[in-house]
């Protein structure tokens, strides 16, 4: 499965951005998909997920702010980022685990401007 994530962009704190991630086959079968991000020197953390079932986990320091969805007929995921934050700049990669392997998008990078 390729994933194609887009959306990312230059961004004043309090504004918003849309991600995208596109697959190239069906995301019906995916156990999760999620959106991960990364800072230079930092470890890739979890920023939001969504199960097969429609459950969705986030993080705690985008709770109330970030929102993650999906169109299985278009076989994108989104991650809608309201009021962001500074803190929130880094490279967002898409990940799709689908029976038991991962795969992961290109990144697509975010900057927000305080």
């Known amino acids: 499965v390729q994933l194609q994530a887009s959306g990312g962009g230059l961004v004043q704190a309090g504004g918003s951005l849309r991600l995208s991630c596109a697959a190239s086959?069906?995301?019906?079968?995916?156990?999760?998909m999620a959106w991960y991000r990364q800072t230079p020197g930092n470890d890739r953390e979890l920023v939001a997920e969504?199960?097969?079932?429609?459950?969705?986990n986030y993080a705690d320091s985008v709770k109330g702010r970030f929102t993650i969805s999906r169109d299985v007929a278009k076989r994108t995921v989104y991650l809608q980022m309201n009021s962001l934050k500074p803190e929130d700049t880094a490279v967002y990669y898409c990940?799709?685990?689908?029976?038991?392997?991962?795969?992961w998008g290109q990144g697509t990078k975010v900057t927000v401007s305080s």
């Open positions: 969504i199960y097969s079932g429609g459950s969705t």
């Open positions: 086959r069906s995301i019906s079968s995916a156990t999760v």
């Open positions: 990940h799709s685990n689908q029976f038991f392997v991962n795969y």
